[in-house]
Nanobody, 127 residues
Framework: QVQLVESGGGLVQAGGSLRLSCAAS????????MGWFRQAPGKDREFVAA????????YSADYVKGRFTISRDNTKNTVYLQMNTLKPEDTAVYHC????????????????????WGQGTQVTVSS
């Protein structure tokens, strides 16, 4: 049974940093891409960043480039999202997800392309 468990959320002041973790278990994720999405109250779930589990190639939404970095540790089956220079508009529940992925494919940014989801972790940025 696939499990994705997020951690690392919390309350932080604007300009601060947080590192989210997503521990993956239940299968081999060799042919998967891992993504981070977020959902604020009353808004649709939106793409943040994705990474190829195999190659480590990444893709990020324009609004987080230069502030957020996605990475993975294959030995720990864990994906990270380092978030710097946080803004109040970054406040949301952040979800980790896994998508079947083939070598050379573009990294997926649509939520419907992801097969497995974690429960999410709350990030609140105060002004």
């Amino acid at each position: 049974q696939v499990q994705l468990v997020e951690s690392g959320g919390g309350l932080v002041q604007a300009g601060g940093s947080l590192r989210l973790s997503c521990a993956a278990s239940g299968r081999t994720f060799y042919n998967y891409a891992m993504g981070w999405f977020r959902q604020a109250p009353g808004k649709d779930r939106e793409f943040v960043a994705a990474i190829s589990w195999t190659s480590g190639s990444t893709y990020s939404a324009d609004y987080v480039k230069g502030r957020f970095t996605i990475s993975r540790d294959n030995t720990k089956n864990t994906v990270y999202l380092q978030m710097n220079t946080l803004k109040p508009e970054d406040t949301a529940v952040y979800h980790c997800a896994a998508a079947r992925y083939g070598s050379g494919w573009p990294l997926p940014s649509m939520p419907t392309l992801y097969n497995y989801w974690g429960q999410g972790t709350q990030v609140t940025v105060s002004s």
